[in-house]
Nanobody, 127 residues
Framework: VQLQASGGGLVQPGGSLRLSCAAP????????IGWFRQAPGKEREWVSF????????RYADSVKGRFTISGDNTINTVYLHLNSLKPEDTAVYYC?????????????????????WGQGTQVTVSS
């Protein structure tokens, strides 16, 4: 299963970006898609996930109210909309997939809860 993350870049504080996670080989109803990020010198941390089978989205407290996750079933792509960005949001952002087999499964928030990973896209928030 291949996941392709894109959309990162350099943005000023308060700005916005839209990250994309393309997953042409899988159907969003059968997989939960998560976003994680890893800043230099820090562990990879969970940001958000979407589970079509369970009909839910979840966000880490640090991004709640600023980031929004959504999916487009027609092109098997999940988006992470980053708004009101802060310097502390600077990190490499990764998307990951967990096979739920279409069951109303709610994934965890650990790196080990997800089976497949994309290559990451750099987000830098700086003036």
């Amino acid at each position: 299963v291949q996941l392709q993350a894109s959309g990162g870049g350099l943005v000023q504080p308060g700005g916005s970006l839209r990250l994309s996670c393309a997953a042409p080989e899988l159907t969003l109803h059968s997989y939960a898609i998560g976003w994680f990020r890893q800043a230099p010198g820090k562990e990879r941390e969970w940001v958000s996930f979407i589970s079509r089978s369970a009909g839910i989205t979840r966000y880490a407290d640090s991004v709640k109210g600023r980031f929004t996750i959504s999916g487009d079933n027609t092109i098997n792509t999940v988006y992470l909309h980053l708004n009101s960005l802060k310097p502390e949001d600077t990190a490499v952002y990764y998307c990951a997939a967990k096979n739920t087999m279409g069951r109303p499964s709610i994934p965890g928030t650990k790196v080990t809860d997800f089976n497949y990973w994309g290559q990451g896209t750099q987000v830098t928030v700086s003036s």
